[in-house]
């Protein structure tokens, strides 16, 4: 063997070491993390998800725990609560398995919120059906009204239950013609995000949704 070959194979031995210590590395955060939400050793919970959750999606998974981590952060929780697993597992799949960064983070805020133990809200089966069920377009207007809502400052949040925008507004925000805001803001209104509002042209986000974002938006008023 030539010395360019032994270069070659030492050069490709010591990627290869360093591909095995980063992949270890994310393994172990990962786990660290699910035995966080679970609140159970990184040993049990390393099977509790079994074949229903693959973690095969590195980055995606990666940007959860840090994302996620960083938002409790931001709000000063040092101690985390459990979310149950039969809330825990639906979530922490499809939050996986989830391309697109504007709903990965809708997801990410509901982790968020039910780890937090002054969020207050409760968990409930409705708000998995309805991140599953929302396109990219979707979660873009969901968050302008997140967006809309951070910089308002007559916002109550003792007291608000909804908040409205008009057509005009979302489509002009987001350079939308009225065909694509009609078929976006139809499927909000039926896994009910959103809400025709009182005044016609207007459309409201209700506490539902609302519910999702608050802990978030309260902090930053």
Not at 18 to 39: P, Q, Y
Not at 47 to 52: A, E, K, Q, V, W
Not at 61 to 70: A, G, P
Not at 122 to 127: D, I, P, Q, S, W
């Amino acid at each position: 063997m030539s010395d360019t070959d032994i270069q070659a194979v030492s050069k490709a031995a010591a990627e290869a070491s360093k591909f095995g210590t980063k992949a270890l590395d994310t393994t172990n955060k990962i786990l660290s993390f699910i035995a966080k939400v679970f609140n159970e050793p990184a040993k049990e919970t390393s099977g509790m998800l079994g074949d229903s959750m693959k973690f095969y999606r590195w980055k995606r998974q990666i940007r959860i725990v840090d994302k996620v981590n960083k938002i409790l952060e931001n709000r000063g929780i040092t101690k985390t609560i459990p979310i149950p697993p039969k809330f825990a597992v639906p979530i922490l799949q499809n939050a996986s398995l989830e391309d697109e960064d504007s709903l990965q983070d809708i997801w990410i805020r509901l982790i968020s919120n039910s780890m937090d133990p002054e969020f207050g809200g409760e968990l409930r089966f409705a708000f998995i059906e309805m991140i599953k069920s929302l396109s990219t377009l979707d979660a873009k207007i969901l968050d302008l009204f997140y967006k809309t809502l951070k910089k308002d400052p007559q916002i109550d949040w003792e007291q608000i239950t909804n908040y409205s925008l008009t057509k005009e507004q979302i489509c002009k925000a987001m350079s939308l013609d009225f065909k694509a805001y009609y078929v976006s803001i139809h499927n909000l209104f039926r896994v009910q995000c959103l809400a025709p509002a009182v005044f016609k042209g207007r459309v409201k986000m209700g506490n539902e949704s609302l519910t999702i974002y608050k802990r978030e938006l309260k902090q930053s008023h």
